[in-house]
């Protein structure tokens, strides 16, 4: 600073040329012209904002991080995050994938998906099976006492996928969101942030699904994809309370089942029947779709059915050039019970009556029709007769009345039904208390719920898929059927499987297997001489699904009767 101070000085006091003194003072102002450039240019723009990578909100940075976060965690896991592991024989894909429903799905080609609710919780387990190792599965098909210690395989197989899944998952989601983070932040520390958080919600999705773990969500399965292949996989209704009690149990009978498909052979396993059920096929509403006869025979032939109820509406018009479509009846395989529905007339009650294989119950009347107690009655109005006004659910209550007071009177004389029948829900609702189990259609759509005296109504959807309607809604109505499992001594619902089929022009089947409540385990039976613990109910029963789709079962919607469903 002196010598500066005093070369100034040397220059200002010392006196010499003038030329020279404004040459220098020339080159000393082009020397901070630069500098003077430089602030006005800043004194007009303002330097840009990077509100998008550093916001200056605190919320909006978090959320920001958290979107980043959740975003490079799901990329992470679609591109790194699935493994391959030998399950038995086996070789499985096993992934985790961001769900709002949680649950596991299995893959299991040509069957179709198995769909578990195992889990309540924002990731879904995706289990797909490549392929059979031939090694592998030819040696349990030459050495059949292998299949005792498939399931201690099979849990192990599991356990340790399950291992080195968690493993992955962990490094897929920091691996996708530390990078993303990278990108969008350019920071290593936000990123390493991101990938933190990522771990964070991980470790909270996998708490989450441990705790809310459910290993006997086997017992309501739902199968999508081939139709037939459905039982093999399921097993019957006994076998599906006193084995399928552990998840680990009925992955190790999946893979049997699956292993004895891909043996050698393209045939599918036959269906074995237990001894001790009854299988009723429960059916509704054809509405004269030819179609429906093919479906119910192919049903009857792949559940083994010891008896077809249906529950009317078989006809559109009543009228008695449609009599002939009736004709099948007889020949699909096992017996047929039925009840009038409001599209079928007595003209049409009266074609049935006595033909072969056929039960037609009316006014409260019982037959015993494969080892089961059936009485019905039918719908009292014929809505496509124009001519007569319908009464509506007046009507029907007293057409359910009958029925009540002959059940009333069965029970007295020691012959109690098990199954009562009546077309409309109205109508059937008038047996509660009086059969342990109610059956009905009309509505084109199931409701299941247990009344407040104890009696399980069902009503089926159409079977038909609304019949000729179907071309005219702009999409088709589902086609419908249900098949119920009933104890053969003690004539009690032990299951059923509701079964869907995509309606006109589509080919999706699903097969949805369901418990009663008081079937599940670990449940006290009801006593025998009821059908449920008698009294008022707060409400449905929130034994299953009333639908593949729909949530709980409510009780059945009241459609007036005069509808012309």
């Not at 591109?79 to 086996?90: D, E, L, R, W, Y």
């Not at 985790?96 to 596991?104: E, H, V």
């Not at 192919?298 to 009543?318: C, E, P």
Request: net charge positive.
């Amino acid at each position: 600073m002196a010598r500066v101070a005093r070369s100034r000085r040397r220059t200002t006091d010392t006196p010499g040329n003038p030329l020279l003194r404004r040459l220098g003072a020339a080159f000393s102002g082009a020397a901070a012209l630069p500098g003077a450039v430089r602030r006005h240019y800043r004194s007009r723009h303002t330097a840009p904002t990077i509100a998008l990578v550093q916001p200056a909100h605190p919320y909006a940075r978090a959320l920001g991080l958290l979107a980043v976060t959740v975003l490079g965690a799901w990329l992470g896991l679609l591109v790194i995050g699935s493994i391959h592991a030998p399950v038995g024989p086996m070789d499985t894909s096993m992934a985790l994938r961001p769900s709002l429903a949680g649950g596991t799905r299995i893959n299991v080609p040509p069957l179709g998906d198995l769909e578990l609710s195992s889990h309540d919780a924002p990731v879904r387990l995706d289990v797909d099976v490549d392929r059979l190792d031939p090694v592998r599965s030819q040696a349990l098909v030459d050495h059949p006492e292998r299949f005792a210690g498939l399931q201690a395989q099979v849990t192990h197989d599991v356990t340790r996928g399950s291992a080195d899944l968690a493993l992955h998952s962990c490094v897929a989601v920091i691996s996708g969101a530390t990078a993303l983070g990278l990108a969008v932040y350019r920071r290593p520390r936000r990123a390493l942030a991101a990938g933190g958080l990522a771990l964070a919600l991980l470790a909270a999705s996998g708490g989450a699904a441990y705790a809310t773990w459910n290993p006997q969500s086997v017992l309501e399965p739902k199968f999508s994809g081939l139709l037939s292949s459905a039982p093999s996989v399921v097993g019957n209704a006994r076998n599906i309370v006193s084995e399928f009690n552990v998840y680990q149990q009925e992955l190790a009978r999946l893979v049997t089942n699956v292993t004895k498909l891909y043996d050698a052979t393209s045939s599918l396993p036959t269906y074995q029947p237990d001894p001790t059920t009854i299988r009723a096929l429960h059916v509704s509403d054809i509405h004269l779709n030819p179609g429906s006869w093919r479906i119910i025979a192919s049903l009857v032939k792949q559940y083994r059915i010891n008896v077809i109820i249906d529950t009317g509406d078989t006809m559109d018009h009543g009228s008695d050039a449609e009599n002939h479509f009736l004709d099948p009846v007889s020949t699909l395989g096992a017996p047929y019970v039925w009840v009038r529905g409001n599209h079928d007339s007595h003209r049409t009650q009266t074609y049935l009556t006595g033909r072969k294989n056929v039960t037609v119950l009316d006014n409260g009347k019982a037959a015993h029709v494969a080892g089961l107690r059936i009485a019905g009655v039918g719908d009292p109005q014929f809505t496509p007769d124009r001519s007569v006004v319908p009464s509506g659910d007046a009507e029907e209550r007293t057409a359910g009345g009958r029925l009540a007071d002959s059940l009333r009177t069965q029970r007295l004389a020691g012959t109690p039904a098990d199954i009562a029948l009546a077309h409309n829900p109205t109508a059937a609702t008038e047996a509660d208390g009086l059969a342990p189990l109610a059956l009905a259609g009309h509505i084109h759509h199931r409701e299941n719920a247990t009344l407040p005296r104890g009696t399980r109504l069902m009503v089926e959807g159409s079977t038909g898929g609304g019949g000729l309607r179907a071309v005219q809604n702009k999409k088709p109505e589902q086609v419908q059927a249900s098949v119920l499992y009933l104890d053969r001594r003690t004539k009690r619902l032990q299951a059923w499987d509701e079964i869907t089929l995509g309606g006109l022009g589509l080919s999706r089947a699903e097969v949805s297997r369901h418990l009663p409540r008081e079937n599940q385990p670990g449940a006290r039976p009801s006593p025998s001489g009821s059908p449920h613990p008698t009294g008022p109910s707060s409400g449905p029963s929130p034994d299953s699904p009333s639908g593949p789709s729909s949530g709980r079962p409510s009780r059945p919607a009241r459609v007036p009767s005069g509808s012309p469903r």
